[in-house]
């Protein structure tokens, strides 16, 4: 009954058994479970799953000639809304006073309606680049150059690394003809976008910022954190070509 329409009722079953028995051989005995439909990105044509497997393998390629080189060469970044709030440390509000002067006092600061835009980047090693846009501002062609010009010279200031890897989504203003000039302009390669991911649990980025401000985010997280979040690229490169190309089960993205 069940494999004529896996949408079945339980109540529909239980007409010619019991509800008890009727669970206990679809659970225990037929190890089944009801599951809802995960949402995916847009559903891939056979042409577009041999793309991805064939430009997964190639990544996968580099990744066994430069091993951990290649992965320390790679750049990425996300952007978000996230609301206008950077509170003062206990540490950063503390001042001189006299032990007979009363204790200085703050004001607890809330998330402001308001919202900015948040860009990140960074690498295997940390953070490399955050940058705030305000709220009526645009991320255009002519801005997002803006933001690699900066970050393309932080990354040199911080980093030994050379030819780096840039690895961004595929929105209009990263994948215009001047975004294009500009990346060839300042030597950067472009990792091909074919998993519609980023390389680490972004969501806990921007909440962190917003929630905790920008200079306690900076050292919370390890040099392991990005590391291994980086590494995910090539666990998900393996994944993709061995599912030859489709959607990953249960990852986030691939």
Known sequence: MILGNRRIKQKDITKELSKERV???????????????????????????????????????????????????????????????DPESKRQSMEYSHKRSPSPRKFKVFASAKKVMLTVFWDSEGIVHVEFLKQGNTVNSERYISTLRKLSVRSKSVRSTKHAILHHDNAKPHTSRQAEEALHKMNFAVLPQTLRQVTLPFLEIKGTLHLKGNHWFRQKYTVDFFTDGMRQLVRRWQLCVDRAGDYVEKIMYV
């Open 23 to 85: 669970k206990l051989i679809i659970t225990d005995n037929l190890d089944y479970r009801k599951v809802s439909a995960r949402w995916v990105h847009r559903m891939l044509t056979d042409e577009m799953k041999v793309q991805r497997k064939t430009t997964c393998a190639e990544q996968l390629k580099h990744y066994e000639e430069e091993c951990e080189e290649f992965i320390q060469r790679i750049l990425t970044g996300d952007e978000s809304w996230v609301p206008q709030y």
